[in-house]
């Protein structure tokens, strides 16, 4: 598994980001957001019971995210076509406001070394990556269990202090300085 301080892999994927037909998928890769902090979340399977509950929190802190320069990007090995219907499918869904990838191809998941070997699917991982697209944070949690999006906008505001962080630190708190 890739982990921090190496870089992000390069990747071309459609993502879905509306439940409109016409207007639903677009191209999304490392270029489109170049520049910007980034959080790319990946799920094992749409149309699951853990997923939207992280899908959903994460979708409702993305003004948060947006507010601190960085885009979230969610991925799942499913199609886009998959991603369309579920949003289209699933009330919590329908508004998301950040793309859904899909890593279709397995592409992307095997670059990064979140390929579940025995269910064949992306694991439950989060990256947080910097403008420079270098990892700078890595969370892989059991496919049973979900994350906390909190404690992934609590690192990415740690990290982009640039000091020494403590434990429990949140935005807002003295930093160590030595």
């Keep these: 598994m890739l ?3 190496q870089k992000f892999p390069q990747f071309n994927v459609k993502a879905t980001v509306s439940t409109d037909l016409k207007t ?10 170049a520049g910007k902090w980034k959080v790319v979340f990946f ?6 019971f853990v ?7 994460f979708g409702k802190l993305n003004k948060d995210f947006a507010d601190r320069d960085t885009v979230l990007l969610g991925a799942s090995v499913d199609s886009e076509f998959v991603h369309l219907a579920w949003r289209q499918n699933h009330a919590d869904l329908k508004d998301l406001p950040i793309p859904m990838l899909a890593d279709v191809k ?3 998941s095997a670059a990064l070394g979140i390929l579940d070997p ?5 694991q439950r991982a989060v990256f947080i990556v910097d403008p ?4 700078r944070f890595v969370m892989v949690t059991d496919l049973s269990v979900g994350r906390n999006s909190q404690e992934v906008l609590r690192v990415l505001d740690a990290l982009q202090t640039d000091e020494l962080c403590p434990c429990n630190w949140n935005k807002g708190q003295e930093t160590i300085h030595v």
């Design 3 to 5: 982990g921090v301080g």
């Design 24 to 33: 639903a998928f677009t191209d999304v890769s490392n270029e489109t957001y």
């Design 43 to 48: 799920w094992p399977k749409d149309f699951t």
């Design 51 to 57: 997923c939207p509950t992280e899908i959903v929190a």
């Design 106 to 108: 397995r592409e992307l």
């Design 118 to 122: 025995a269910a064949g699917v992306s």
């Design 132 to 135: 420079q697209d270098i990892i």
